[in-house]
């Protein structure tokens, strides 16, 4: 069974600061995407990360992609209250099975104006 | 992308009844999937709903109590039969595209009473 840690669980910080979420795990994936996800809302698809040592921006936010595709760091830089919200690290199986997600537990963030 | 529909968004159900959740996407999909997310936790999937044929479920799900149906490559439901409190949660659907990323519906958030 593959397992996500994700860490931490929860953080509340100043608009303005930075922060970096964590995901890690004993297994290897061949790709991991995060979600943003709001009360009362599905999960939205932030980014998708496949190549080892891949790093992709999105504005304010940093996704990368460990070397060896088993763990995966989010960066927010400036954080703004709009950036609140439970983020998800989902890692897709390898071979035949890798449409099937693994989730981490979450990293419910909360910006303070 | 894909964009994804339920119905219902919420619902109230009174112990021992059954719902059916519907889930629509705009594009023909191969696959899809449901999750369930119980409160204050991650996503667990329930089953990948397959055209045609009968639902694979995970372990722990069983067809008798998430009956699934998957009439063509755009629709999908999930019954939740014979409820219970514990059935409380927001149920997922979602489906995977040919760019390997996961989109999810909006949820149906189901309180059993």
């Known amino acids: 069974t593959q397992l996500l840690e994700q860490s931490p669980q929860f953080l509340s910080i100043q608009e303005g600061e930075n922060l970096t979420v964590y995901c890690n795990s004993s297994s290897v994936f061949s790709s991991l995407q995060w979600y943003r996800q709001e009360p009362g809302e599905g999960p939205v698809l932030l980014v998708t990360?496949?190549?080892?040592?891949e790093v992709k921006k999105l504005k304010r936010l940093t996704f990368q992609f460990g070397d060896a595709r088993k763990d995966s760091s989010l960066h927010i830089t400036a954080a703004q209250t709009g950036d609140t919200g439970l983020y998800l690290c989902a890692g897709a199986g390898s071979g035949g099975s890798n449409y099937k997600l693994t989730f981490g537990k979450g990293t419910l963030l909360t910006v303070n104006p | 992308s894909a964009v994804i529909s339920q119905k219902p968004s919420r619902d109230i159900c009174q112990r021992g009844t059954s719902l059916t959740i519907q889930c629509q996407v705009d594009s023909q999909v191969t696959m899809m999937f449901w999750y369930r997310q119980q409160p204050g936790q991650s996503l667990t999937l329930i089953a990948t709903?397959?055209?045609?044929?009968?639902?694979?479920?995970e372990s722990g799900f069983v067809i008798d109590k998430f009956p699934i149906s998957r009439p063509n490559l755009t629709f999908s439901t999930l019954t939740v039969s014979n409820m219970s409190p514990e059935d409380s949660s927001i149920y997922l659907c979602?489906?995977?595209?040919?760019?390997?990323?996961?989109?999810f519906g909006p949820g149906t958030r189901l309180t059993v009473l």
């Open positions: 709903a397959n055209q045609g044929s009968e639902a694979t479920y």
């Open positions: 990360v496949v190549t080892g040592g």
């Open positions: 979602s489906v995977w595209t040919v760019a390997n990323e996961q989109f």
